[in-house]
């Protein structure tokens, strides 16, 4: 059973940066698609990042595009999403999520493409 473990979230000030660390267990991630969303309070869960299985192609949602970097390193099953300039409204839960064997990363713009989610881990940006 694969399971993801996202870590790093936490209070920082606009303008800071964090990196969240997805760990996978239970699977190696070397043929999967691995994405980041987020959900604020009262809002639907949204697309944040998503990262192929070899690093090569990589989508970001414009909000965050020029602030916010996916990155992976399969021999450590383990997918960072760095985080710089954030912003008030870079506040919410974030959500790793993984799916196999995807040839085409623009369409896991949509959280019901993924298997499977790790627990999340709570981003606050204070102004």
């Known amino acids: 059973q694969v399971q993801l473990v996202e870590s790093g979230g936490r209070l920082v000030q606009a303008g800071g940066s964090l990196r969240l660390v997805c760990a996978v267990s239970?699977?190696?991630?070397?043929?999967?698609?691995m994405g980041w969303f987020r959900q604020a309070p009262g809002k639907e869960r949204e697309f944040v990042s998503v990262?192929?299985?070899?690093?090569?192609?990589?989508n970001y949602a414009d909000s965050v595009k020029g602030r916010f970097t996916i990155s992976r390193d399969n021999a450590k099953n383990t997918v960072y999403l760095q985080m710089n300039s954030l912003k008030p409204e870079d506040t919410a839960v974030y959500y790793c999520?993984?799916?196999?064997?995807?040839?085409?990363?623009?369409?896991?713009?949509?959280?019901?493409?993924?298997?499977?989610w790790g627990q999340g881990t709570q981003v606050t940006v204070s102004s």
């Open positions: 999520a993984a799916h196999p064997y995807v040839l085409n990363i623009g369409i896991m713009t949509s959280a019901l493409r993924y298997d499977y």
């Open positions: 239970g699977g190696t991630i070397n043929t999967y698609a």
């Open positions: 990262i192929n299985w070899s690093g090569s192609s990589i």
